[in-house]
C-alpha cells in the first residue's frame, strides 16, 4: 500500500472514496456560475451529447435532466456510432462532447466534424488542455482531479454534476436545484459508510460467470455502468438493460444461476420495476437490489438489498452508482485480478 494510494490498496479504490469532495469541488465551481456560457442551452435546436465507455453513460443521465428541464431534444450517441452514420448536424445544434481525458480519438474526431458542418461544440473534459479542450468552441472542466485506475469511477459522478447543473441553469428557481445538488455529497459519503456491508454481498457473487443488470428512467444508465465496471475489472460477463425491455429478451437468459442486479430507488418507475423483480423471482432468478435503505418492500424481494439515503429522484444515479463500482471493484480484488490495469484495457484510447 503506497503513498500515492493515500492507504488504499488501489487507486480504483482511492477514486471512489474520494467522490464525495470531487463531486463537492466539481458542484463549486458551477454553483457559483464562474464557467457562465456566452448562450443559453435552450437556444439549440436541440442537443446531441457524444461520448464512449463510462462518459457516454454520464452523458446518457445528462439527456434525462435535460429533456425534463431544457424541453430541448437530447439525442445521446457513441461517438464512435456517430462517426460513420450520417447523422444530420448544422449550426443550430450544440454537440456536448464528454471525455475525461479529452483524448479519445472517437469522441475528438466526431466533435471535430461536427464543428466542421457548423454546429457548435462544447466539451466536458477533465483534462485541462488535451486535445478536445482545445479542439471545442467552449470547455466545461470536471474538476475530479487526475484519474489513474483505467476504470473510470470519480469522473463519472464529477460529470454527472455538471450535467445536472447544465439541466438547470436557465431555470428561475436554480439556487434551489444547486442547493439540492450540494447535498449530494454528505450522502455519498453515507453510502461510502456502507463499504464494509457492500463488500459482504459483493463476494457472495464473486463465482459467478454471468449477471444481468438492470434500471430504468435514470437507472437504466446506472445499470449499464455497473454492468461496464463488472466486465472491465473482474471480467465477469454482466449486460446492463433497459429493466422495461427485460421482457423482450433476457428473461428468457433468467434461472437459478442467474443473479439479477436491480437498480430500483423509489422515483417514478419504482412499481414498474418492482414488477420485474417479480418476474425474475418468478423464474427463481436470485435478486441483488439497490435501493432507499429503509424500503421493507424491496428487503421482502431480494436476496441483498444494498440500501442508499433517500434522495430525490433525479439525484439517485449519485448515490445508486457508489454501491455498482464497489461491487465490481470487490469482486476483482478478490480474484485477485489487475484492478487497476485490466487486461486488454486502455485508460485513453487514441485509436479509432
Ligand atoms: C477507455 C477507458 C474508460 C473510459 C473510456 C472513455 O475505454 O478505459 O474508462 O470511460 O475510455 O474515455 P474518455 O477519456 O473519453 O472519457
Given at each position: 500500500?503506497?503513498?500515492?494510494?493515500?492507504?488504499?490498496?488501489?487507486?480504483?479504490?482511492?477514486?471512489?472514496?474520494?467522490?464525495?469532495?470531487?463531486?463537492?469541488?466539481?458542484?463549486?465551481?458551477?454553483?457559483?456560475?464562474?464557467?457562465?456560457?456566452?448562450?443559453?442551452?435552450?437556444?439549440?435546436?436541440?442537443?446531441?451529447?457524444?461520448?464512449?465507455?463510462?462518459?457516454?453513460?454520464?452523458?446518457?443521465?445528462?439527456?434525462?435532466?435535460?429533456?425534463?428541464?431544457?424541453?430541448?431534444?437530447?439525442?445521446?450517441?457513441?461517438?464512435?456510432?456517430?462517426?460513420?452514420?450520417?447523422?444530420?448536424?448544422?449550426?443550430?445544434?450544440?454537440?456536448?462532447?464528454?471525455?475525461?481525458?479529452?483524448?479519445?480519438?472517437?469522441?475528438?474526431?466526431?466533435?471535430?466534424?461536427?464543428?466542421?458542418?457548423?454546429?457548435?461544440?462544447?466539451?466536458?473534459?477533465?483534462?485541462?488542455?488535451?486535445?478536445?479542450?482545445?479542439?471545442?468552441?467552449?470547455?466545461?472542466?470536471?474538476?475530479?482531479?487526475?484519474?489513474?485506475?483505467?476504470?473510470?469511477?470519480?469522473?463519472?459522478?464529477?460529470?454527472?454534476?455538471?450535467?445536472?447543473?447544465?439541466?438547470?441553469?436557465?431555470?428561475?428557481?436554480?439556487?434551489?436545484?444547486?442547493?439540492?445538488?450540494?447535498?449530494?455529497?454528505?450522502?455519498?459519503?453515507?453510502?461510502?459508510?456502507e463499504?464494509?456491508q457492500i463488500k459482504k454481498v459483493a463476494l457472495k457473487y464473486a463465482n459467478r460467470k454471468n449477471m444481468l443488470y438492470l434500471g430504468?428512467?435514470?437507472?437504466?444508465?446506472?445499470a449499464?455502468?455497473g454492468?461496464?465496471?463488472l466486465?472491465?475489472?473482474?471480467?465477469i460477463?454482466a449486460?446492463?438493460?433497459?429493466a422495461?425491455?427485460m421482457?423482450?429478451?433476457?428473461i428468457?437468459l433468467i434461472d437459478e444461476n442467474m443473479p439479477v442486479l436491480v437498480v430500483v430507488?423509489?422515483?417514478?418507475?419504482?412499481?414498474?420495476v418492482l414488477s420485474n423483480i417479480e418476474e425474475v423471482l418468478t423464474r427463481r432468478g436470485s435478486v441483488i437490489s439497490v435501493g432507499f435503505r429503509?424500503d421493507e418492500t424491496l428487503t421482502k424481494v431480494s436476496k441483498d438489498l444494498i440500501g442508499v439515503?433517500?434522495?430525490?429522484?433525479?439525484?439517485?444515479?449519485?448515490?445508486t452508482?457508489?454501491p455498482l463500482?464497489l461491487f465490481?471493484?470487490y469482486i476483482?480484488?478478490?480474484?485477485?485480478?489487475?484492478?487497476?490495469?485490466?487486461?486488454?484495457?486502455?485508460?485513453?484510447?487514441?485509436?479509432?
Amino acid at each position: 500500500i503506497s503513498a500515492e494510494r493515500g492507504g488504499f490498496k488501489h487507486f480504483m479504490l482511492k477514486e471512489i472514496f474520494e467522490q464525495p469532495r470531487t463531486v463537492g469541488d466539481t458542484i463549486k465551481g458551477y454553483v457559483s456560475r464562474d464557467y457562465l456560457l456566452p448562450f443559453n442551452l435552450r437556444d439549440f435546436r436541440r442537443i446531441l451529447i457524444l461520448a464512449c465507455g463510462t462518459s457516454y453513460h454520464a452523458g446518457l443521465v445528462g439527456s434525462y435532466w435535460m429533456n425534463k428541464y431544457l424541453q430541448t431534444p437530447v439525442e445521446v450517441m457513441y461517438a464512435s456510432e456517430f462517426r460513420y452514420a450520417d447523422v444530420p448536424v448544422g449550426e443550430r445544434d450544440l454537440v456536448i462532447a464528454i471525455s475525461q481525458s479529452g483524448e479519445t480519438a472517437d469522441t475528438r474526431y466526431s466533435a471535430l466534424s461536427a464543428k466542421e458542418k457548423g454546429a457548435t461544440v462544447l466539451s466536458l473534459v477533465n483534462v485541462m488542455g488535451s486535445a478536445l479542450d482545445r479542439e471545442s468552441d467552449y470547455t466545461l472542466y470536471t474538476h475530479a482531479g487526475p484519474e489513474i485506475g483505467v476504470a473510470a469511477t470519480k469522473t463519472f459522478t464529477s460529470q454527472l454534476a455538471v450535467l445536472y447543473s447544465l439541466a438547470v441553469s436557465h431555470l428561475p428557481d436554480r439556487d434551489r436545484f444547486m442547493e439540492k445538488l450540494s447535498s449530494v455529497p454528505h450522502m455519498m459519503e453515507e453510502v461510502l459508510g456502507e463499504a464494509e456491508q457492500i463488500k459482504k454481498v459483493a463476494l457472495k457473487y464473486a463465482n459467478r460467470k454471468n449477471m444481468l443488470y438492470l434500471g430504468r428512467y435514470l437507472s437504466y444508465p446506472v445499470a449499464l455502468e455497473g454492468a461496464l465496471k463488472l466486465k472491465e475489472i473482474s471480467y465477469i460477463h454482466a449486460e446492463g438493460y433497459p429493466a422495461g425491455e427485460m421482457k423482450h429478451g433476457p428473461i428468457a437468459l433468467i434461472d437459478e444461476n442467474m443473479p439479477v442486479l436491480v437498480v430500483v430507488p423509489r422515483d417514478r418507475v419504482y412499481e414498474k420495476v418492482l414488477s420485474n423483480i417479480e418476474e425474475v423471482l418468478t423464474r427463481r432468478g436470485s435478486v441483488i437490489s439497490v435501493g432507499f435503505r429503509d424500503d421493507e418492500t424491496l428487503t421482502k424481494v431480494s436476496k441483498d438489498l444494498i440500501g442508499v439515503p433517500e434522495v430525490d429522484e433525479d439525484l439517485t444515479p449519485f448515490l445508486t452508482v457508489i454501491p455498482l463500482q464497489l461491487f465490481a471493484y470487490y469482486i476483482a480484488d478478490h480474484l485477485g485480478l489487475d484492478v487497476d490495469q485490466p487486461r486488454n484495457l486502455a485508460k485513453t484510447v487514441t485509436v479509432e
